[in-house]
């Protein structure tokens, strides 16, 4: 580290190694992804279970459906990372597929908004603990086959990083319209 100029206007400049450089990227996408986790926590503060479970839209999406849902695929995606793709090919003209996928939008029978959030930030520091034991963000695995991804394409840790980032982001902005639905409060904005 060393300073450049004087007074008020000094800059300090630090040098970095490849790896602190790797340690920065890594911190800021986990703080980028805190932020966005922070947002949705935030948006369903002081809900019941009633209302956490309750459809305030034509949508199907309930808030702590959202929270159970982003958990569900930030799980999925971190263990892509550690084991790549470890499903068999999906039928995607079952309807039990698709029913699975509607089940991870909503609390079904037993479940609560604690419980969920519960499991989000066990989910979170799980994330954080793979993240921060990668030798790089460039571990990579061929993604599975979907109708939505290129054949053959690979993602890195950081590309997956960065989907579930926009993917929560996305979410996030969902919860915001679901809550100001339900009493009018607004999250974010």
């Avoid at 300090?12 to 980028?32: G, H, Q």
């Avoid at 929270?67 to 084991?83: D, G, L, P």
Wanted: charged share 30%.
């Amino acid at each position: 580290m060393y300073r450049v100029g004087q007074g008020e206007k000094a800059v300090v400049m630090v040098v970095t190694t490849a790896t602190s450089t790797v340690d920065v990227e890594r911190a800021s996408l986990l703080r980028f992804l805190e932020d966005q986790r922070d947002f949705l926590r935030l948006t369903v503060r002081g809900l019941d279970d009633e209302q956490a479970a309750r459809r305030t839209t034509v949508s199907e999406l309930t808030l702590g459906g959202l929270v159970k849902h982003v958990t569900r695929a930030e799980r999925n995606w971190i263990r892509f990372v550690r084991e790549g793709a470890v499903h068999p090919k999906v039928d995607y003209e079952d309807p039990a597929t698709w029913e699975e996928q509607a089940d991870s939008f909503r609390l079904l029978e037993g479940e609560t908004l604690d419980g969920v959030l519960a499991d989000y930030a066990l989910a979170a520091r799980e994330t954080e603990e793979l993240v921060n034991g990668l030798p790089d963000l460039e571990v990579s695995h061929r993604l599975p086959d979907a109708p939505w991804f290129p054949e053959g394409a690979s993602w890195s840790a950081r590309d997956v990083l960065l989907h579930v980032i926009r993917e929560t982001a996305q979410h996030c902005g969902h919860a915001d319209i679901l809550r100001e639905a339900l009493d009018g409060q607004k999250s974010m904005g």
